[in-house]
């Protein structure tokens, strides 16, 4: 059985910081690119990271500088370090694995996805 299982999630002051953890089995994290998402208005899903297999990542302009992306294949978990974070931050979090589509429905139905994990920050 393929599982996320995302932790770290809470609340934090605006200019603090939050460290998200996702750990993986059932499927060959290793060989698999993944991806931080957060939850927008109408279920609607926008990918903030990414990592792949060889550690190459990106980030969407509105996290860039702000955000790290980081994974440990020893582990099967890959991590989401926020920085300087803002109000507008506050969302559900999710991790993803294997198919990561720019903008999605939260948990698609294909792909991988965690159960999500939700952030607060307050002003």
């Known amino acids: 059985e393929v599982q996320l299982v995302e932790s770290g999630g809470g609340s934090a002051q605006a200019g603090g910081s939050l460290r998200l953890s996702c750990t993986a089995s059932?499927?060959?994290?290793?060989?698999?690119?993944t991806g931080w998402y957060r939850q927008l208005p109408g279920n609607e899903c926008q990918l903030l990271s990414t990592?792949?297999?060889?550690?190459?990542?990106a980030y969407v302009d509105s996290v860039k500088g702000r955000f790290t992306i980081s994974r440990d294949n020893a582990k099967n978990t890959v991590y989401l370090q926020m920085n300087s974070l803002k109000p507008s931050d506050t969302a559900v979090y999710y991790c993803?694995?294997?198919?990561?589509?720019?903008?999605?429905?939260?948990?698609?139905?294909?792909?991988?996805w965690g159960q999500g994990t939700q952030v607060t920050v307050s002003s």
């Open positions: 990592i792949d297999n060889y550690g190459t990542t």
């Open positions: 993803a694995a294997d198919r990561l589509p720019p903008r999605v429905r939260c948990r698609p139905g294909f792909g991988y």
């Open positions: 059932g499927f060959t994290f290793d060989e698999s690119d």
